[in-house]
Nanobody
Framework: QVQLVESGGGLVQPGGPLRLSCASSVPYFDHYAVAWFRQAPGKEREGVSA????????FYARSVKDRFTIVRDKADNTVYLQINSLKPEDSGMYYC?????????????????????WGQGTQVTVSS
């Protein structure tokens, strides 16, 4: 069983940074693709960033590119999502997900249907 634990959410002022963490105790976590999704009230879950297994290719939704950075720390078995220049529309519940994927496109890695393992989520609220 792949267990994922998110942390790092909170209330942040617009323009501020935030770093979310997705930790797992599963052996060889780097053999799993990991993605971050967010969901605002009344909206569908949206894939914002992903990192592939092994070679660590990164993928971003157009709406967050240049502000979000996904990084895998193999030593800590953790995937981080660095968010800069936060906007109110970035608010929502952020979930990380993992699975053994072998795709090539951003659309593939950012599709929630391709992931079987999910964390409980961490809330991000951007407000002054």
């Amino acid at each position: 069983q792949v267990q994922l634990v998110e942390s790092g959410g909170g209330l942040v002022q617009p323009g501020g940074p935030l770093r979310l963490s997705c930790a797992s105790s599963v052996p060889y976590f780097d053999h799993y693709a990991v993605a971050w999704f967010r969901q605002a009230p009344g909206k569908e879950r949206e894939g914002v960033s992903a990192i592939s297994a092994h070679e660590g290719r990164t993928f971003y939704a157009r709406s967050v590119k240049d502000r979000f950075t996904i990084v895998r720390d193999k030593a800590d078995n953790t995937v981080y999502l660095q968010i800069n220049s936060l906007k109110p529309e970035d608010s929502g519940m952020y979930y990380c997900a993992a699975d053994r994927l072998m795709g090539v496109s951003a659309e593939y890695y950012l599709s929630p249907a391709n992931y079987d393992h999910w964390g409980q989520g961490t809330q991000v609220t951007v407000s002054s």
